[in-house]
Nanobody, 115 residues
Framework: QVQLVESGGGLVQAGGSLRLSCAASSTINVMGWYRQAPGKRRELVATITIGGSTNYADSVKGRFTISRDNAKNTVYLQMNSLTPEDTSVYYC????????????WGKGTLVTVSS
């Protein structure tokens, strides 16, 4: 069992930046961020492997950057040029492999972007 604890959400004006952090209780290969807006399905934001390979949703490419500190078992999401459409609850995710049927989730952190 892997526990994930997110931090860094909050209220920001459009065009601003926020940095999310997620600390895992142990080392795990794939970590990432998903988000879910009210009335919408949860969607992938970005993933990163322990080797540093990254993947981004088209909607955040060029604005968001995912990174990780393997020594701290922590993944980060730097979000720049935020828009109201980025308003969501952001969830940290971890899994042993992309093909693994087991997902670990954090409780989520709310990001609100005002216009």
């Amino acid at each position: 069992q892997v526990q994930l604890v997110e931090s860094g959400g909050g209220l920001v004006q459009a065009g601003g930046s926020l940095r999310l952090s997620c600390a895992a209780s142990s080392t795990i290969n794939v970590m990432g961020w998903y988000r879910q807006a009210p009335g919408k399905r949860r969607e992938l934001v970005a993933t990163i492997t322990i080797g540093g390979s990254t993947n981004y949703a088209d909607s955040v490419k060029g604005r968001f950057t995912i990174s990780r500190d393997n020594a701290k078992n922590t993944v980060y999401l730097q979000m720049n040029s935020l828009t109201p459409e980025d308003t969501s609850v952001y969830y940290c995710n971890a899994k042993i492999a992309f093909s693994s049927p087991t997902d670990y989730w954090g409780k989520g952190t709310l990001v609100t972007v005002s216009s």
